[in-house]
């Protein structure tokens, strides 16, 4: 069965906005939902009106949608726990691998760019993996 906790901490993990930059006029953001904008006010530009009118160069930039690709897949880890259906393994597998994605994309956009970038969503995506990873291990070793 699926614990609260986890589900809560896992769509946290997607709402955050998961690469954070700044330039000399303002700030955006890449999230697992679409394109932020700071300045001159907030507006979201949902993923599939991007991937829409958008031109998606491939390498580095790629990162940013294969995480999210990687994201959604963790999240249909998710919904099959509470069929009884689920490895957390795998769960945590995907989500470490898209916030190992998305730090590969913070990084790559910091040096093509050069604006300033705060991964601020792989951190959360690791920590809710290393969390969750090592709270079923630890109920796993513990005697009955």
Do not use: I, K
Request: glycine share 12%; charged share 15%; net charge neutral.
């Amino acid at each position: 069965m699926t614990d609260r906790r986890r589900v809560l901490a896992v769509l946290l993990a997607g709402v955050v906005p998961w690469t954070v930059y700044f330039y000399d006029g303002g700030a955006g953001g890449f999230a697992a939902y679409g394109l932020l904008s700071f300045t001159p006010s907030f507006r979201v530009t949902d993923l599939a009106a991007y991937l829409d009118s958008a031109v998606v160069p491939g390498g580095w930039f790629s990162a940013w949608l294969t995480g999210v690709l990687l994201y959604a897949l963790a999240l249909l880890s998710l919904a099959l726990g509470a069929l009884g259906l689920e490895d957390h393994r795998v769960t945590d597998g995907l989500l470490a691998l898209a916030g190992l994605n998305e730090l590969y994309f913070a990084v790559g956009f910091y040096t093509n760019r050069d604006y300033l970038t705060l991964p601020l969503g792989a951190l959360c995506l690791l920590a809710v993996a290393v969390w969750d990873y090592r709270r079923v291990r630890g109920r796993a070793f513990r005697p009955q």
